[in-house]
């Protein structure tokens, strides 16, 4: 079990730039989630998915973002024509569920800066 | 809309007891609470169901009071390790049926002096 692993660690881009990061979850997790968080607050709920299926995402989440789990593995979120407030961490969780919910399992994140 | 931590800072001496307080507007199926360290990702600790228990992990434990939506987390004996943020989590039964889904309080930073 080597945890859940994200890339970049770190991006940098200029605004309208469209950018990709990766998340490689638990193998034996089915859910995957996305958060993002700004300094000083919580991670923010971006959206989620129980094996390949995307079952929500946020209200507050613009058509630039978009997110995928192909074959249920690995994850990808895409952030469309990048603005000066997308910068934030993104953070990558799993967590196994069936029935009862369990504790998640985070990725260590991608810190964005728009310049 | 996020459950509301109390209090938002709280420093320690070594040896000391800290409780860190969790309140949702909505009725809530299960309470989760990760402590983050500075530039690291959240660890988990603990998760409380509805049904009002109440759990222990080493020096920390956890109580969770289904009547008033509140979740506690109770810091005994703090170490220096103890040091960061801590975040309660919330599912809400609403919630529930889109399955573990967490909103995030706005956390609170601890820090423990020798």
């Known amino acids: 079990d080597t945890g859940v692993s994200q890339d970049p660690r770190h991006k940098i881009t200029k605004r309208g730039q469209n950018v990709t990061f990766r998340c490689d979850p638990i193998?034996?997790?089915?859910?995957l989630y996305w958060y993002r968080q700004t300094l000083g607050q919580g991670p923010e709920f971006l959206t989620y998915f129980q094996n390949e299926a995307q079952l929500e995402k946020s209200r507050l989440l613009s058509d630039r973002f978009s997110a995928e789990r192909p074959k249920g593995s690995f994850s990808t979120l895409e952030i469309q024509r990048t603005e000066q407030g997308d910068s934030a961490m993104y953070l990558c969780?799993?967590?196994?569920?069936?029935?009862?919910?369990?504790?998640?399992?985070f990725g260590s994140g991608t810190r964005l800066t728009v310049v | 809309q996020q459950p509301v931590q109390s209090p938002q800072a709280v420093i320690l001496r070594e040896g000391e007891d800290a409780v860190i307080n969790c309140s949702s507007s909505k009725a809530l199926y299960s309470v989760h609470w990760y402590r983050q360290k500075h530039g690291e990702a959240p660890v988990f600790l603990m998760i409380l169901l509805k049904g009002g228990e109440q759990k222990g992990h080493d020096k920390i434990s956890a109580s969770f009071n289904e009547k008033k939506q509140q979740s506690s987390l109770y810091l005994t004996a703090s170490q220096l390790s103890y040091s960061g943020t801590y975040f309660c989590?919330?599912?809400?039964?609403?919630?529930?049926?889109?399955?573990?889904?967490?909103?995030f309080g706005g956390g609170t930073r601890l820090m423990v002096k020798p």
């Open positions: 969780a799993s967590s196994f569920h069936r029935g009862l919910p369990y504790g998640y399992t």
């Open positions: 989590g919330t599912e809400s039964l609403a919630d529930n049926n889109a399955g573990n889904m967490l909103t």
């Open positions: 193998s034996e997790h089915n859910r």
